[in-house]
């Protein structure tokens, strides 16, 4: 009968290929929660969590502003500038964005226009840019490096240019569903609270969940719509 080979300790000997494999078993065990812990941790850096109390980053306020398209979303916030006194810039797609402004940009354009704008913006002044865009921005944002301007997500309806905005505000959203998040937070909140409409000031990992529900919502809807479409088209 082969005996085993032992060390002095009396632990079985190991071939070296064994303990090759081991240790790769081992490493692809423990890898995936080693990348977790250090997504977590840039998570952190990232966002961390503020004192007692604090819920914003920066204390802004509504001021003259730049408000970058002439659709709905940007006449609304034009028309609501106007209620308060402030002369507003009105840009239009494609045109140059003043370097010497000292307040938020407001970007109200489609997202494949987002490209466009920003090659039109000064680099000193792409933090101050507020993107009201649906969707998730996050490959737009990495990919021209903006990780300091401001997020809008809005659920809210214009239905026409000049028309009267409708709050996304439901039952079960009572305290509302607009959020936004970023330098120029209370400067957006402030403005769209003169026409009553509610704007959340989030900070960036709640705002994130806030923008994947949207992206959710408006997929299941268009999704829906296009079956519905499709259901009456053989009725």
Not at 60 to 87: F, H, M, N, P
Request: hydrophobic residues 35%.
């Amino acid at each position: 009968m082969r005996r085993t080979a032992r060390y002095k300790s009396g632990a079985p000997h190991v071939s070296s290929a064994h303990a090759r494999q081991r240790v790769a078993a081992r490493c692809r065990h423990v890898a995936p929660r080693i990348l977790h812990g250090a997504l977590r941790q840039e998570a952190y850096n990232r966002d961390p969590p503020l004192p007692a109390g604090r819920n914003q980053r920066d204390l802004t306020v509504d001021q003259s502003s730049v408000i970058v398209g002439q659709g709905r979303v940007g006449r609304l916030l034009a028309e609501l500038g106007e209620r308060k006194g402030y002369d507003d810039i009105i840009v239009r797609r494609g045109d140059p964005i003043p370097a010497d402004h000292p307040g938020p940009i407001y970007v109200c354009t489609r997202n494949d226009d987002l490209s466009a704008v920003l090659a039109q913006c000064p680099e000193e002044k792409k933090q101050d840019l507020v993107l009201m865009q649906d969707g998730m921005l996050e490959p737009f944002r990495q990919r021209h490096g903006l990780y300091e301007n401001t997020q809008a997500m809005l659920w809210l309806a214009v239905v026409r240019a000049g028309g009267k905005p409708i709050d996304g505000i439901n039952a079960e959203s009572p305290e509302g569903l607009t959020g936004v998040t970023g330098k120029w937070s209370g400067a957006l909140a402030q403005r769209l609270g003169t026409g009553n409409l509610v704007c959340l000031e989030q900070m960036e990992r709640d705002y994130r969940r806030n923008s994947l529900e949207k992206t959710i919502w408006i997929s299941a809807f268009m999704l829906v719509s296009r079956a519905a479409r499709r259901a009456q088209h053989y009725v």
